[in-house]
Nanobody, 119 residues
Framework: QVQLVESGGGLVQAGGSLRLSCVASGRTFSMHTMGWFRQAPGKEREFVAA????????NYADSVKGRFTISRYNAKNTVYLLMNSLKPEDTAVYYC????????????WGQGTQVTVSS
């Protein structure tokens, strides 16, 4: 089993920054990819960013490219999402997810952290 705990959400003005953290515990040694997703009220959950666990491959949604940066610190089983130039449309609950099988299967999910961007 794997447990994921997100933190770092909050209220920020448009143009501001936040850094989200996701700490993984449990059976993390065979993890393939870590990702961040978000879900705004009344909308479906959408992909934000992902990073490979043993390499340096990253992937971003077009809506956040150039503003968000995903990184990892394997010694602490932690993945970060640095969010700059935040916009009101970035407001959502942000979820961390772990993919063990590859192919974007994302078998494990955190509880989410709320990010609210005021205009």
């Amino acid at each position: 089993q794997v447990q994921l705990v997100e933190s770092g959400g909050g209220l920020v003005q448009a143009g501001g920054s936040l850094r989200l953290s996701c700490v993984a515990s449990g059976r993390t040694f065979s993890m393939h990819t870590m990702g961040w997703f978000r879900q705004a009220p009344g909308k479906e959950r959408e992909f934000v960013a992902a990073i490979s666990w043993n390499g340096d491959s990253t992937n971003y949604a077009d809506s956040v490219k150039g503003r968000f940066t995903i990184s990892r610190y394997n010694a602490k089983n932690t993945v970060y999402l640095l969010m700059n130039s935040l916009k009101p449309e970035d407001t959502a609950v942000y979820y961390c997810a772990a993919d063990f099988r590859g192919g974007d299967s994302y078998e494990y999910w955190g509880q989410g952290t709320q990010v609210t961007v005021s205009s």
